[in-house]
């Protein structure tokens, strides 16, 4: 699903000069005509789904344009009828308007008036025909919610991983934070037949020097003071299931040549052990950029890249998949409305722009927030309320919405985020405290 820039009009008019003539002047302003001689063609016609708006003449032979309105409002109370009318029945338009139409004009008008209207209402059947398709998509569930839509990139990623899911090699997967890697890994298990043993994630980058062996490989029994019970550790719990190693390329390098090995020989030897284990291994690693880049930079050992880099996918940022974005967008909401016990809010003009322009360098995390931002009723300001604040209060919003936005990006790294703004740590969290804005909530 995307959203639409709608352009058809539907004019019924049974004065086929003046039809002829006014399809003309419509269509110069790129509107798409539909003309139809009578109210009884046109209702046969149009549906509940109809994707523009509808201009009627009221005195017509037959059924008329009060009649017309009266059915197609019945059919769908949120569609767009403009009504044309002469002078003398203005007060019969009135009544049109108060059972629901749109707007009307009196002949004879200017047709710049008459495309104005028309612009305003194709603007309003947008937003409602986008808030149904919304709904329409968070009520089928939020299961593998960053592996879904139909852009092409995500297609053939799912194509890819559905080719990959039983083939006897470790993946490589490349992606920007929040592009949804961990998503990829999990796909290819739940589609594998290690689907019934355990997806064991493991984040590289927070792993300490000095704790990894035992974090990874696990003990046994009396290994060191305070090791009463033999520990897998998350290696050894991946066993005929699959390893996730998140963000490998961020490891130290002592795990890194710690992991080179459990690659190589595909065993693990537990703290105070005197046998190594052998273990039935799946490896998935993932990489927050192009691996090839991070073995020239130093960030990732070139043995290890080489040993990982049987099959490597590339999981899309969320700008190379703009048309996905509404149907992501939905369903992150409706998670959010469900978790949060709130009902799920229509979208406006503020937020369907920002779904629109923004390049969303925090990928589905970041639309995660926003989502959750939505619902909570903080996203961004309409133009009319926006048009009404202070100077000071604007500048403050914007503040706060970089802040957030280079959280999400830099998965609430400080250090990065410091680096990325400018600015010094202390200020930093003098700025957060003031937005009340909590790094943790934008960290996986």
Not at 38 to 57: I, M, N, Q, R
Not at 249 to 273: F, H, I, N, S
Not at 330 to 337: H, Q
Not at 384 to 397: P, Q, S, Y
């Amino acid at each position: 699903m995307s959203f639409k820039t709608l352009n058809r009009i539907a004019l019924v008019e049974d004065d086929e000069a003046f039809r002829t003539a006014l399809a003309e002047r419509l269509e110069l302003e790129d509107l798409r005509v539909t003309r139809f001689p009578s109210g009884e063609a046109a209702l046969k016609a149009l549906d509940a789904g109809f994707e523009g708006v509808v201009v009627t003449d009221l005195r017509m032979p037959g059924m008329d344009g009060r009649q017309l309105t009266d059915r197609l409002l019945a059919e769908d109370p949120d569609l767009p009828v403009v009504i044309i009318t002469g002078h003398g029945d203005v007060a019969e338009a009135v009544e049109a308007m108060k059972r629901g139409a749109y707007d009307f004009l009196t002949k004879p008008f200017a047709p710049e008036r008459l495309i104005d209207t028309l612009r305003r209402a194709l603007e309003k059947r947008s937003l409602v025909l986008d808030n149904r398709r919304l709904s329409t998509l968070a009520a089928e569930g939020d299961w593998a919610i960053p592996l879904s839509g139909d852009s092409a990139a995500i297609v053939a990623l799912r194509t890819a991983i559905t080719q990959l899911a039983d083939a006897h090699v470790d993946v490589l997967i490349e992606g920007e934070t929040g592009a949804g890697k961990e998503a990829v890994a999990r796909a290819i298990h739940n589609a594998s037949r290690r689907r019934l043993k355990p997806f064991v994630p493991v984040a590289c980058a927070a792993l300490p020097e000095s704790d990894a062996k035992g974090q990874l490989f696990g003990h046994e029994a009396g290994a060191f003071p305070g090791a009463l019970r033999r520990r897998d550790g998350q290696i050894t719990r991946s066993h005929q299931g699959s390893l996730f190693l998140d963000e490998v390329d961020q490891a130290p390098r002592a795990v890194q040549l710690m992991l080179l090995r459990v690659l190589e020989e595909r065993e693990v030897l537990p703290l105070g052990a005197s046998e190594p284990q052998a273990l039935d291994l799946r490896v998935l690693a993932a990489t927050r950029a192009d691996p090839a880049a991070a073995v020239t930079r130093g960030d990732l050992g070139e043995d290890l890249y080489y040993r990982l880099n049987v099959v490597r996918l590339r999981t899309p940022p969320l700008r190379e998949r703009r048309d996905d974005i509404p149907m992501l967008f939905a369903r992150f909401m409706s998670r959010a409305a469900d978790r949060l016990g709130r009902p799920l809010p229509p979208i406006d003009h503020a937020v369907r722009r920002r779904l629109l322009e923004h390049d969303w360098p925090g990928n589905l995390r970041e639309l995660s927030n926003f989502a959750n931002q939505v619902v909570v009723g903080l996203g961004p300001a309409s133009g009319d309320a926006a048009d009404g604040e202070r100077l000071a209060d604007k500048v403050a919003r914007y503040e706060a919405e970089l802040i957030r936005e280079a959280l999400t990006a830099w998965n609430g790294d400080i250090r990065r985020v410091t680096e990325t703004l400018g600015l010094p740590r202390k200020t930093l969290y003098d700025k957060m405290a003031r937005h009340q804005i909590q790094p943790s909530q934008h960290r996986r």
